[in-house]
């Protein structure tokens, strides 16, 4: 995307609950604060690693809601998790990041069993534009900001201002040196969706999220993540961007995000 050197991670961990976030979740509405797409991946990472030591039995995500009580200066963040259901087939549990106490994001998620279902997959949802459909853009031409110029390779074809067909290859880790699930490096992107095709020119009016609901068919594969985006706004300063998610297998998912409207004095 640009000359920049590629960082090696967004977080870096200090230890079992805290992070250090590195200067390249810079964020597209601020540039001196994080961009809220890193630190909700580092929960959802936080989350699934804290079933894992707690039960044997194989769940995978399916539902993840988070709400962004704040924003997040670029710093060390804290992680905390605990479970709200427990059970052997199906959990919620909850998460939050906070900043020198204070919450940022609260996030629940609910984890399924997984099993055997491949004789009944099938979807009506419509099909993305391959690969060889879109065309190479630079989102930084629209948007400031290190995670913007440090999300990888981007490929759109665009309807109209708020319809658009993106694909995205991300190519950051979300951890220096530390493993992390397909679930959790699709939800350190899926943010972006609510910038991949602005109804109206960011620099105009801010169109902010206050939340995110992912709901999953299943984990991604491979390194493209496919958005079918539609974004609306309402005539009260309420806005909503809606997004089918796609892997090159097909789709994986859905994604809606509330939205502030502000014009610009």
Sequence with gaps: MT???????????????HFHATSFVGGAWNIAEQHVAPPMGLLAHVIEQGHATRSPQP??????????????PIGVVEVTTSVVRPGRSIELAEGTLSV?????LIARAWLQHTRDTSALVGSSLS????????????????????FIETVGE?????????????WIRPDVPLLVGEPVSATARLVALVDIANGVT?????????????????????????EWIGFDTTVSFGATGLGLTSTVLHDLDGPIGTVAQTLTVRPHA
């Design 3 to 17: 000359d920049r050197a590629i960082p090696n991670a967004y977080f870096d961990r200090i230890d079992a609950t």
């Design 59 to 72: 769940m995978q995500l399916t539902r993840l809601s988070i709400e962004i009580l704040g924003t997040i």
């Design 100 to 104: 020198a106490g204070r919450p940022a």
């Design 127 to 146: 099909a993305m534009p391959t690969l060889d459909d879109v065309e190479r853009v630079n989102p930084s031409d629209q948007w400031p900001g290190a």
């Design 154 to 166: 981007v490929r759109r074809r665009q309807e109209e201002p708020g319809r658009a067909w993106t």
């Design 198 to 222: 602005p109804r109206v020119d960011p620099r105009s009016v801010a169109f902010p999220n206050l939340d995110l609901t992912l709901h999953l068919l299943r984990p991604p594969v491979g």
